[in-house]
T-cell receptor, first 114, second 112 residues
Framework: EAGVTQFPSHSVIEKGQTVTLRCDPI?????LYWYRRVMGKEIKFLLH????????ESGMPNNRFLAERTGGTYSTLKVQPAELEDSGVYFC????????????FGPGTRLTVL | RKEVEQDPGPFNVPEGATVAFNCTYS??????FFWYRQDCRKEPKLLMSVYSSGNEDGRFTAQLNRASQYISLLIRDSKLSDSATYLC?????????????FGKGTKLSVIP
């Protein structure tokens, strides 16, 4: 069974540019999450989808971040315009509805904003 | 006060040793508890869930003390392959939300 996949694995952009990250969850997992790890800090929650609906977006830092999950399959996270403090590793995770706390993480996208 | 606190280590132990990690959490209404493992520059992977009665999976034993708000992980007979960062993870209360709150992790190095 394929795990959670993320694209790209690395992205280097300049301040002010736009970047879109993609996540493909494990097939059949209705729950999809985005997390971020900034250097030297712990992994922080960004938001949670149940199918195509945003269940919890309390961790989104500001309105420069937009997450979508059209059709309830893959998800995208767009940062526009990117700022220096957005640099970090963005992880996507997915889980089954009945075992929502047991989340499977993708390999992450390492974002560097110069 | 951080929501989940862990000793960052590193813990350097010889093969075959027993090692224990603790973590504390601040929200007494937290619902679920986990230990995740993260290898260098990799994604976190679920090691085990932590139940109130305590649970064991091979060489790994997890305990939860709700009164003191701490969680422990015991690794017996350490292997070189156990070298990793161990993340204490809590699911805080919130209707319909399953966001995970992570500690910064405890680094373990098992030495030959």
């Amino acid at each position: 069974e394929a795990g959670v996949t993320q694209f790209p694995s690395h992205s280097v952009i300049e301040k002010g540019q736009t970047v879109t990250l993609r996540c493909d969850p494990i097939s059949g997992h209705d729950n999809l999450y985005w997390y971020r790890r900034v250097m030297g800090k712990e992994i922080k929650f960004l938001l949670h989808f149940v199918k195509e609906s945003k269940q919890d977006e309390s961790g989104m830092p500001n309105n420069r971040f937009l997450a979508e999950r059209t059709g309830g399959t893959y998800s995208t996270l767009k940062v526009q315009p990117a700022e220096l403090e957005d640099s970090g590793v963005y992880f996507c995770a997915s889980s089954q509805v009945l075992r929502a706390g047991e989340q499977f993480f993708g390999p992450g996208t390492r974002l560097t904003v110069l | 006060r951080k929501e989940v606190e862990q000793d960052p280590g590193p813990f350097n132990v010889p093969e075959g040793a027993t090692v224990a990690f603790n973590c504390t959490y601040s929200n007494s209404a937290s619902q679920s508890f986990f230990w995740y493992r993260q290898d260098c520059r990799k994604e976190p992977k679920l090691l085990m869930s932590v139940y109130s009665s305590g649970n064991e999976d091979g060489r790994f034993t997890a305990q939860l003390n709700r009164a003191s708000q701490y969680i422990s992980l015991l690794i017996r007979d350490s292997k070189l392959s156990d070298s990793a960062t161990y993340l204490c993870v809590v699911n805080p209360p919130g209707a319909g939300s399953y966001q995970l709150t992570f500690g910064k992790g405890t680094k373990l190095s098992v030495i030959p």
